[in-house]
């Protein structure tokens, strides 16, 4: 009886570490379907329009963050930029407009209408090279 209670063990141990390493390794799904991408690229013409760089960078954020859960990334925005997803071109500017973004949320210090301007285009551009990529 001992026996075939360590054989069960021992099989249930190696599906379970089976299982494991095949949710660990599989590669995730970078591509994302053609009527998706428009529904996005819909959503990043109407961010840009009447509405305040301020306004326009936190919508951007939110929009990048959906695309990356689109692409079967989880957790927080924040969370996701520390695994470096392959799909963000230049992490570098994600992280400093995110940044930017965190700063205009929870900070009530003003911040140059021009420079958010400028950021704002700067976050339109790296999303549709994204969306260009996945």
Request: no cysteine; proline share 2%; charged share 30%.
């Amino acid at each position: 009886m001992p026996t075939y209670t360590i054989l069960i063990i021992t099989i249930i141990v190696a599906l379970l570490l089976w299982l494991f390493l095949i949710i660990k390794f599989s590669k995730k799904s970078t591509k994302i379907s053609t009527q998706k991408k428009a529904y996005f690229h819909k959503i990043l013409k109407r961010t840009l329009v009447n509405k305040s760089p301020k306004e326009q960078i936190i919508d951007l954020d939110k929009l990048l963050h959906k695309i990356l859960q689109e692409v079967w990334y989880t957790w927080t925005f924040w969370e996701i930029l520390k695994q470096e997803p392959q799909e963000i071109i230049n992490l570098n500017r994600v992280w400093e407009i995110h940044k930017l973004r965190n700063k205009l949320v929870h900070d009530f210090d003003l911040i140059n209408e021009n420079a958010l301007k400028k950021k704002s285009l700067e976050y339109s551009k790296e999303i549709k090279k994204i969306l260009a990529k996945i």
